[in-house]
């Protein structure tokens, strides 16, 4: 048996997928091809908010090829979409000021549509194009009622449910309010306050959702292939909280899938519905959202209104942040909806810096918008944007420079926990070491230089600094469940050794881009000393994996990658007891060294791994009382959750005539613990720099507050951002291993997209600076916005 | 995604397609590339009943001279005018504007009679067409005849163009030594349609005095318009000296029934057109030599 020399652990090793993937040959939900499929269309509102007084669908159950017509009225027995957390008082959930309204969504409405898109009847034919036609003959007796969409007009705005707090969803706050109204008391003390929004996004995955369901009749089973990052949750939700189905009988299986950031972790109406109506027409059924669907109906991200202070000594000392936030939560409560602006958002705020005191208050809003959930980040963008912009602004009042007032605040390099304000407790962190190599990638006095001679020639040139942390590995099952998730956030990892040395991986985790295929065939191979070619990774399928949490919140490498690691251990362990049998020596003399079981220190008394996978298989000479077969699963729940951290500057040139902003250079440095594959880590980080730039200059979906329409319903108004807008990276890497899990991985998913949205925006308000500006309240920063920016600062205002 | 059923014709030549609009009227469309009409039919926005597919037919396709003048097959794709040799040497700003229609897969289908005759408001080449002085040649069951570029755009998305009629070809006069031409774009940064666009044609006499000048802005209005404020404020005018460019492109926005949308309010597109108008005029004085 071949034996690798090297480590493979660390080695930038291309991703296996990727043949596939850019030959055309993935396997995903859409070409998949059953006997007797039938196609679903779904029928929607189009109105933002809209009593409905009768539904006709007679037409459409005569139009040719069509199977079945369904509304929510036929739905009997079927209950509401589950919102996977809880924030309740009487469920010891700290912060809690206002309980969460636990509010129906019903997996096809029948008495009020709630936003544009909110779906109201399935039409099942057999092709698409019948199903198509026919649902437009579908006849809804509408009768508009007042909607509100705007996060700050919807406390006030027209009732959206039937529940006494009105538009509040909740309400709830985080850190020590006397501590922090004391800190802005401080005499002497600086302070600013400003408006930030954060606009609600669209993920946007190229692969728009999409389901298959099939009922088998003659055995009960349900099998719903599904565009899903998590295909044991969508099983979980759907089987015990909607349908009240057996979950034993149902397989869920996530194929390959196009990306997620977030918007496919969730439990969706249209799987729920095509598998149901798959129970009753006993057919398989295909549904496939059109990118206009996707727009509509696909969970969005963000959406904040803020109010933030900062308070700061003249020496630049941060003293106190006061945070007030509104979450738009869209009309109906998402999956894991009520975690983002609360536990994901809040907990982040202490940032890098040792600040004085904390206290945030959130307030969530419902609106006639499509739901608002976790969107790659994930409420740490959010709060990390917030900070970053508030230490430029604090910078800006001071007249200091920005990564001098970083500086004075870092908290010092520690190595196993330093206990935040706001409820979490880092693993380790050298946030100055960041700074200080980023500084060395880009010469900051150069640039500085650079602006002022470019000023001289009435060019605008800024640069914008984020120094960032963000919270990984998620998460502790006890602290989460705590907060108040319905999960635990474990995973599992299956290793299986065949006779011939041949190993199959089962993961929980589920690759929608990630590259798990590469990186978790790469960890199992330098584990054991095999060559990746003797290992396959097996992934999104209920069917064959012992139980997955799925993959988001850059856990995948920390938390599932640990459970493989754990059995990785139990099988070299097992094979200890094989080798030693065959060696006829102690187990305890026995070591596991470059793919060969062997006597300590001697190497020629040995047995390569697969004598010992094959006797573990044919144990004719088998040690007494071991059983057979050389298979182990483990389920790894961390201690904590692992934070990333790094420090990113951005160039930006503001063009003064028409406002356009153009991103000249971009550095990054992050620290993401150890790594398994750099070029995928790159990659990873050069698209997360790619989505929050994205946010900062050009995204951002709109809804008309009168009408309630999406006016940003497709990839001609929604910007995204394109490969010619956004130059070549510059990206580095300090590494400071977790001490939370034994690969000392902490999770590089997020980080770019966390990073890159404060660092654009710095950079633009510094562009500005020499006209005055220290801030801008909203993004997108397209051109108009700039431009008005910058009118208002030379008239002064 | 699944457009409303829909019969496709393929007429091999110029009567048949006449003969189908005239059986079918209007529940008819020409398919001339497909890039506007297919995507609105895939959201349903259009639900052609007929749809009558050009590109079989022949004679309308490609660039030829004719005396002093270009003419362009309305069939013609974007690509073939970006890379043709008779428009780069006698009218380059045709294909330079065609080179920044989309992406390539637009420019590889997608047709400058096609786009002329759809008048999309924020498409590039109505611009062009106004700077350069197009000629709209239309056959209908009566013949032919000419429609001049300002008579052809008429409001949104509606051109001169009867409904029993095929725009056949585009007509424009080279461009002759000493004239100079530029278009150039603000850009929409989801559909790079423009948001403004502003094409120039100036002639000078040598000594850097304006003699003539064509302006057509895009974009920003419900309709490409010509821009006669900032012709009249550069005819006559020494072009070298400073300020008389901009002095005139002030007047850029004159006659633009601007609107706003998402992309910018009227105010700001307003300024984007005296902004353009400025940087077109400049490009196309500095080709003028």
């Known amino acids: 048996m071949a034996v690798t020399e090297d480590r493979l652990f660390g080695k930038s090793i291309k991703r296996r997928e990727d043949p596939r993937f850019i030959t055309g040959r993935g396997n995903y939900v859409d070409d998949l091809k059953l006997p007797g499929m039938t196609y679903a269309a779904f029928v929607r509102s189009p109105h933002a908010h809209a009593r409905i007084k009768g539904i006709d669908v007679s037409q459409a159950k005569a139009h040719p090829g069509v199977v079945a017509v369904f509304t929510g009225k036929d739905m009997t027995g079927v209950n509401s979409l589950p919102c996977g957390w809880d924030l309740r008082k009487e469920k010891n959930i700290p912060g809690v000021v206002q309980d969460l309204a636990m509010v129906p969504h019903m997996p096809l409405t029948s008495d009020v549509a709630r936003h544009v898109g909110d779906p109201v009847a399935v039409v099942i034919a057999d092709s698409q194009a019948a199903a198509t036609d026919a649902a437009e003959k579908v006849s809804v007796s509408w009768e508009p009622i007042p909607a509100v969409t705007a996060t700050d007009k919807a406390e006030k705005g027209p009732k959206i449910h039937d529940v006494p707090t009105g ?228 910078a800006a009042a001071l007249k200091m420079d920005p990564a001098e007032l970083r500086r004075k605040n870092f908290i010092p390099k520690f190595s196993g926990a330093f206990n935040t304000l706001v409820a979490v407790t880092y693993d380790s962190g050298d946030y100055a070491g960041a700074l200080d190599k980023l500084m060395q990638v880009f010469d900051y006095k150069k640039f500085r230089a650079e602006q002022e001679a470019a000023r001289k020639q009435g060019r605008l040139l800024g640069v914008g600094f984020s120094t960032y942390i963000e919270a990984c590995s998620i998460a502790p099952s006890k602290v989460v469940g705590a907060l108040g998730a319905g999960a635990g956030l474990y995973e599992s990892g299956t290793v299986r050794v065949h006779p011939t040395g041949m190993v199959t991986v089962y993961t929980g985790s589920h690759s929608h881009g990630q590259g798990h295929e590469t990186t978790f065939a790469q960890l199992v191979a330098d584990d054991l000393g095999i060559p990746m070619e003797q290992v396959e990774v097996i992934h999104g399928d209920t069917g064959q994996i012992a139980f997955g949490m799925g993959t988001y919140g850059s856990r995948s490498a920390s938390v599932g990658g640990t459970a493989i690691k754990m059995s990785l251990n139990k099988i070299k362990e097992k094979g200890k007891l094989i080798a030693a049998h065959l060696l006829e020596a102690s187990p305890k003399d026995i070591e596991f060294v470059k793919g060969q079981f062997q006597v300590k220190g001697v190497p020629a008394k040995s047995v390569p791994f697969g004598a010992v996978s094959l006797t573990a298989y044919v144990p004719h000479n088998y040690p007494e009382g071991l059983e057979p077969g050389l298979d182990e699963t483990s389920f790894y729940d961390p201690s904590n959750f692992c934070f990333p951290f790094g420090a990113h500057a951005c160039v930006v040139e503001v063009e003064p005539e028409t ?66 807008m956004l130059p070549t990276y510059v990206t580095d890497r300090t590494v400071t291993p977790t001490p939370v899990n034994p690969l000392g991985v902490k999770g590089a998913g997020e980080t770019g997209t966390i990073a890159s949205t404060p660092a654009v925006v710095n950079a633009v308000v510094d562009a500005l600076s020499g006209l005055g500006v220290d801030h801008i309240d909203a993004m997108p920063l397209t051109a108009e916005r700039v431009w008005k920016t910058i009118q208002a600062a030379k008239a002064g205002k | 995604m699944y457009p409303a059923s829909f019969e496709y014709h393929s007429p091999t030549t110029l009567k048949d397609a006449l003969g189908l609009m005239g059986k079918h009227g209007d529940e008819a469309k020409l398919l001339a590339g497909g890039h506007s009409l297919i995507p609105m039919m895939k959201l349903r926005l259009a639900q052609p009943k007929h749809l009558i597919d050009l590109k079989n037919v022949p004679g309308l396709k490609g660039v030829k001279e004719d005396g002093g003048n270009i003419v362009i097959g309305a069939m013609t794709t974007w690509y073939e005018l970006e890379s043709n040799p008779i428009i780069k040497s006698k009218c380059a700003v045709i294909g330079e504007t065609a080179s920044i229609v989309g992406d390539p897969a637009v420019r590889n289908l997608g047709t400058i009679g096609g786009s002329l005759a759809h008048a999309d408001p924020a498409a590039d080449m109505p611009a062009t067409a106004i700077a350069c002085g197009f000629e709209f040649v239309c056959e209908g069951p009566k013949g032919r005849r000419t429609v001049k570029v300002d008579d052809w755009f008429q409001g949104l998305m509606s051109t001169a163009v009867k409904e029993d009629e095929i725009l056949v070809e585009i007509r424009v006069p080279a461009l002759a030594r000493g004239v100079g031409a530029a278009y150039l774009k603000f850009p929409h940064p989801a559909s790079r349609f423009a948001i403004v666009g502003v094409a120039a044609v100036i002639t000078t006499d040598g000594k850097g005095t304006c003699s003539k000048a064509s302006v057509g802005v895009t974009g920003a209005g419900t309709k490409a318009v010509r821009a006669k404020g900032v012709e009249a404020g550069l005819t006559g005018k020494n072009l070298a000296g400073a300020g008389a460019i901009e002095a005139a492109a002030q007047k850029g926005a004159e006659g633009v029934d601007v609107q706003a949308d998402l992309q910018g309010s009227v105010e700001y597109k307003a300024h984007l057109c005296r902004v353009f108008a400025k940087r077109a005029v400049e490009a196309a004085v500095k080709r003028a030599g």
């Open chain 1, 167 to 394: 538009n509040v969803a909740f309400k709830w706050a985080l850190g020590d309010a006397a501590a922090t109204d004391a800190a802005f008391k401080t005499a002497g003390a600086v302070t600013v306050k400003k408006r930030i929004v954060n606009q609600r996004l669209v993920a946007n995955a190229m692969e728009p959702r999409a389901c298959v369901a099939r009922y088998e009749d003659a055995t009960g089973e349900l099998t719903l292939w599904v565009t899903s990052q998590n295909p044991h949750v969508h099983r979980l939700l759907m089987c015990a909280f909607v349908l009240g189905i057996p979950e034993h009988k149902v397989r869920v299986i996530a194929p390959d899938v196009g990306g997620g950031f977030g918007s496919k972790i969730f439990l969706y109406n249209e799987e729920v519905v095509c598998s149901w109506a798959s129970r009753r027409i006993k057919r398989p059924i295909r549904w496939t959202a059109s990118r206009r669907e996707a727009y509509m109906t696909d969970a969005h991200g963000r959406d904040h209104v803020t109010d933030a202070e900062l308070a700061l000594s003249k020496e630049g000392k941060i003293l106190g942040l006061r945070v007030k936030t509104t979450a738009n939560l869209g009309a109906y409560l998402s999956t894991f909806a009520p975690a983002v602006p609360t536990f994901l958002y809040g907990t982040l705020l202490n940032g890098v810096y040792a600040i004085g005191a904390i206290h945030v208050e959130v307030t969530g809003v419902f609106t006639n918008t499509t739901a608002v959930d976790a969107y790659r980040g994930a409420g740490r963008p959010e709060a990390c944007y917030v900070l970053e912009r508030m230490v430029d602004a604090g």
């Open chain 1, 659 to 724: 406002g356009k902003v153009t991103v000249v250079r971009y550095v990054a440095v992050d620290d993401v613990g150890n790594v398994i594959n750099p070029m995928i880590v790159d990659g990873m980080v050069h698209g997360g720099i790619a989505q929050g730039v994205g946010q900062a200059l050009w995204e951002g979906a709109v809804y008309d507050n009168d009408s309630g329409q999406l006016m940003t319903g497709s990839m001609m108004d929604y910007a995204m951002p394109k490969a010619d």
